[in-house]
């Protein structure tokens, strides 16, 4: 049974992927779809993170290192589109954070 709290959690996890959709969405969609290349690799990219992110169940410590480290390479690949994903990257980042460090990832696991 998911209670108000955990469903809570649930949502505000979901918000960075929501925002990454959209940084790859905003652009293509701009662009008359011209983008559409970068938006296929920016795609493929954000799936192996979520596939890699599900299968290694990362620590919060791991999380907040990983979103650290993504904000410079992400500012690096700008002209590749890295620059619509910096707000999702702030986003998971900042749940990460938030996040209480006794709290496991039980609750994202179904």
């Not at 108000?4 to 990454?20: D, E, M, N, S, V």
């Not at 959709?21 to 795609?43: D, E, Q, T």
């Not at 596939?51 to 290694?56: L, Q």
Request: hydrophobic residues 60%; positive net charge; glycine residues 8%.
């Amino acid at each position: 049974m998911i209670t108000p709290r955990r469903q809570f959690h649930l949502g505000i996890r979901a918000l960075p992927w929501i925002l990454a959709l959209a940084g790859v969405l905003i652009p293509l969609i701009g662009s008359g779809f011209a983008l559409w290349p970068f938006a296929v690799g920016w795609l493929i990219v954000l799936a192996l993170a979520w596939a890699v992110g599900r299968s290694m169940l990362p620590t919060r410590t791991h999380r907040i290192a990983a979103a650290v480290i993504a904000i410079p390479v992400l500012l690096l690949l700008a002209w590749e589109g890295g620059w619509w994903m910096v707000p999702a990257d702030i986003a998971w980042l900042a749940v990460s954070v938030a996040e209480r460090p006794d709290q496991q990832r039980a609750d994202t696991a179904s």
